[in-house]
């Protein structure tokens, strides 16, 4: 069964940077590693960043400038490192990836962020 786990959360000050991390494990299979969505307290999910097998990236205004998206040599690892963290970006953070072949999407359980002011 395919997992997606996140790792890399945590609290920090306003300001501050984390890195985070999705795996995947369960499948000896490439997945395509989507990127990253947040949903905060009341709010909907929303996007974060992007990121294609070939590389390009899509950014939320929001975040632009500040988050970097990446993938490295490592099969069905994602990143997201954050950097001039604001309050505004307390959520909780999902990692999304799909199958290529047959398309299904998988979530994980989320890591929890949070930007003190």
């Known amino acids: 069964q395919v997992q997606l786990v996140e790792s890399g959360g945590g609290l920090v000050q306003a300001g501050g940077s984390l890195r985070l991390s999705c795996a995947a494990s369960?499948?000896?299979?490439?997945?395509?590693?989507r990127g990253w969505y947040r949903q905060a307290p009341g709010k909907q999910r929303e996007l974060v960043a992007t990121?294609?097998?070939?590389?390009?990236?899509n950014y939320a205004d929001s975040v632009k400038g500040r988050f970097t998206i990446s993938k490295d040599n490592a099969p069905n690892t994602v990143y997201l490192q954050m950097n001039s963290l604001k309050s505004e970006d307390t959520a909780v953070y999902y990692c999304?990836?799909?199958?290529?072949?047959?398309?299904?999407?998988?979530w994980g359980q989320g890591t929890q962020v949070i930007v003190s002011s």
């Open positions: 999304n990836a799909a199958n290529p072949v047959n398309g299904r999407d998988y």
């Open positions: 369960g499948t000896i299979f490439r997945l395509n590693m």
């Open positions: 990121i294609t097998s070939g590389g390009n990236t």
